[in-house]
Each structure stands twice: as C-alpha cells, then as structure tokens.
C-alpha cells in the first residue's frame, strides 16, 4: 500500500494576491499560476499509507465516515460488472443495462478519504501541527509550522483514478489570504492537496503549497 507523492512550493507576490479582486484579474491569476506549476521542478517520492486509514480518516473528515472504505473497495472490485447493480442484479433490458460508472461511490465518500490521507500526510510527514477542521466553510484544515507558528490554510480535492485541474482551488484560497491581509497578525501559507484514488490500496496525492512574500 502506496501514496505516490508530488509536491511544490512557490511564492506569491502582494501583486498576485492583488489578483483576486474581479473575474478578469482572477483568470489573469489562473494562468499566472499555471505558468508556474508547468515551469517549476516538483519533488517526487513514495511513502507507505497509514497503517490504520480509517482512523485517519475519522481524525480529519468533515463528516461521520464509516464504511467509506469497504464502498471504495466495492467500486473497484466491480469496475468490469457493466449491467449489474450495486447489489449484484442485471437489468433485464438490452438498452436501459447500468453503466459501471453508475456504481461511483458517493461523493462524500470520497472526499473522506482523500481529507484523511491528506492530513495524516500533512502531520506525519510534514510536520505541520494540527490546529482546527472548520466545518461547511473553505479551508478544510488550519495547520501550524511548528516553528515559526505560521499559520497553513489547506484545501483537499479528491477525485477517483486520476486528478483535475485544482486552479480554481488555489486562486479561492489565494483570495482568502488577500481579504484577511490586514486584520491577521503573520504571515499565512495557502495548501491545496489533491488526493486520486488510485486503487484501494494505492493513492496519488499531489501538495501545492503558496506563500505570500
């Protein structure tokens, strides 16, 4: 059992986080950030998966998670069961048989796992500290440096097979460090995690982090 990591830092300019203001400068933004995370070298490396996921997962979800797993193992298990139910039944009609993307899990169960292979991945082998899980609300987590004290804002996308375009992710986030600029005291790092789900037991988990200078 594998995460597959790919991580980058780069730095945001008082210019950039100006950006956020309006749709136009925020596409000019887009494609700022794009040009960076095409041109910069990221950092690869593979570690193993926590020994107890669900655990994580209960740590660091938004919402009560249990059975998330076994509904992801289900999935994968029954990718070539075109036709078939969740529950093993075929359709007796030749054109209206069920697509086996009809057996996605759910989104919420998705999501879970990804917020909990992300936050274990940001604590353990980061070494950021734990500070808050907002619920209904952007960020996911706030994180700590541990020894500046500076403060990590952290966004989790998670999506099944292969990952998306998490621009507009970052450009949110962006836009939360430009609103709060100057009523927080420090200075603030912003993370977007994507987390792809690979397999059951193989994960792709991809960290962009952005600091303000």
């Known amino acids: ?43 690869t490396n593979t570690v193993s998966d926590p020994l107890y996921l669900q655990s994580e997962i209960d740590n660091f979800a938004e919402r009560l998670a249990a059975g998330c797993l076994t509904n992801v193992q289900n999935y ?49 082998h980061e070494g950021l500290a734990f500070e808050v899980r907002p619920f209904g609300v952007s960020p996911d987590f706030v994180f700590r440096k541990p020894r500046s004290g500076d403060r990590v804002l952290v966004e989790v996308k998670t999506s099944l097979h292969s990952g998306r375009s998490f621009l507009s992710v970052a450009v949110g986030l962006l836009d ?10 420090g200075k603030y790092f912003a993370y977007v995690v994507q987390v792809s789900i690979i397999s059951p037991d193989q994960f792709n988990l991809e960290r962009v982090g952005m600091e303000e200078i």
Do not use: C, H
Request: charged share 25%; proline share 2%; aromatic share 8%.
């Open 176 to 185: 939360i460090l430009a609103k709060t600029k100057f009523i927080r005291k």
């Open 76 to 124: 994968f298990s029954k990718l070539g069961m075109a036709g078939y139910t969740a529950g093993g039944r075929r359709a007796s009609s030749q054109p209206m048989l069920y697509d086996k993307k009809q057996l996605l899990p759910s989104s919420e169960d998705i999501g879970a796992i990804g917020e909990g292979v992300a936050g274990w991945y940001l604590e353990t």
């Open 1 to 43: 059992m594998a995460i597959n990591v790919r991580t980058l830092d780069i730095q945001i300019t008082a210019r950039e986080l100006g950006l956020t203001r309006d749709r136009f400068t925020r596409s000019l933004l887009r494609q700022n950030l794009e040009n960076k995370l095409n041109s910069s070298i990221w950092n």
